[in-house]
């Protein structure tokens, strides 16, 4: 165990190296996934650790601070996807930004899973987490946008609501926090390839 | 309030009427999906409708008793469509059982919504979570072979691997459960329609 006041003390839990700032976010995010936010106690993250209260709160303020750097983790590399496609100086058609859009997005969902599984979960009334419903509300909107872009270009069906072509499209990225095992027979690409093929061209042998 | 040994005393809770056992399996619901399962108590699902403990004991034997009713709910309703659909002595062609299936598995879930949000994010220990898995892992392998058996008579593209298809469509229809709106400008019968029209026919105007 670690003594509350020696300088990185979280490093030596367990005799494990590698106890980290990052590690300890890490494996709140596993365990927020777990039992939900509001069951997960730092006492619950301590134990899991095998360190002390004091060891977590040498690093972070708070749960909420946990939850807040968490999700920051996601929104940001999301937000930065998004932006990057979505603006209206950015280049190229509508419909080959919504591509590249959805090709990335599976790259983040991917390589943030545990972060991503979090922020599609948030529900609460935490000022952290209204802050992330509104950035993720964001997102969606530039989303929706963008589909109504490449519809209105003429590369997409318009016999379909837009709106409801983003949420359709965008819901069959986020269910990879659900199925996508990281260890499994298909990686980013593969997945980003297999499901803009799908959404697009449909699953019809022609 | 209630008395607690009177014979039903949740219909008298706060004096609103109705307040029976379903009342009482819809409020456990809510609360499960916003809070988490862990996260809530019977004390806390009996502040919310206003009644005593004893009360909600009078009709539930425990809290695990609730969640597994709930389970059900979802889960007998899912596993009447797909087995109706994928068994071999199912009429019709693999392709027509598969988009009969996500029709009818979009009408369950906007039938059921909070139920199977509940039964898809369970994840816990419980006898009765690990039963829910269970079942759930016996419904993706049937429509996973569904979905196979489509590939193989030649209706659909045989370009992606059918159990990427199978994740990609049915995490597509379980996305439903995050975005649908009861009250918003689509019901069942248009999302389904859409959905199907997205993913067999694909998004590309033609």
Redesign the interface.
Known sequence: MTTADSAPPIRRGRGRPGHDQAAVLRAAVTLF???????TSIGDLAKELGVTKSAIYHHFASKEDLLRLALADALDELTEVVSAAAGDSAPGSAYDRLREVVRRSVEVLVAHQPAVTLL??V?GNTPVEVDAVKRRRWLDDQLAELVRAAVAE????????PD??S???F??V???V??YRPDG??DAQ??AA??A??????????
């Open positions: 996934n777990r039992r939900g936010y509001d069951a599609l979960r529900r003429g590369a997409l069906r318009d016999d379909i609501p409801l072509v949420r359709l499209l819901g069959m986020n269910s990879l659900e199925w027979a298909y593969a997945v297999a499901l093929a799908t959404a697009f061209d449909g699953l019809l042998r022609r």
